[in-house]
């Protein structure tokens, strides 16, 4: 498990208590949302790649063991080799 601070100054603090019963809960919802989407995006990925190559005989039904085990890039490094010049 990984925690992350956020840092809202006090008239961010006070706009996000007037939209939000708990702004804690509701960082949470919105980056657990995010998370769910974008684990739904590597695991349909992950098994079509999975289905499409013979040597794999068994795809696990567990979405965060795939998650877990699959070779992808963080959105850091595929923007850093977009940048790259060719």
Known sequence: MTT???TLTDA???AMEYV????????DNALQNRARIAM????NE???RMTADPTITS???DKEAVVLAADIKSAA???AEQ???E
């Open 46 to 48: 992950e098994v079509a």
């Open 4 to 6: 992350y601070t956020i």
């Open 59 to 61: 795809i696990p039904a």
């Open 77 to 79: 490094v595929r923007n």
């Open 12 to 14: 961010e603090t006070k």
């Open 83 to 85: 940048a790259l010049p």
């Open 20 to 27: 939000a019963f708990s702004v804690q809960d509701w960082a």
């Open 40 to 43: 739904d995006e590597i695991y």
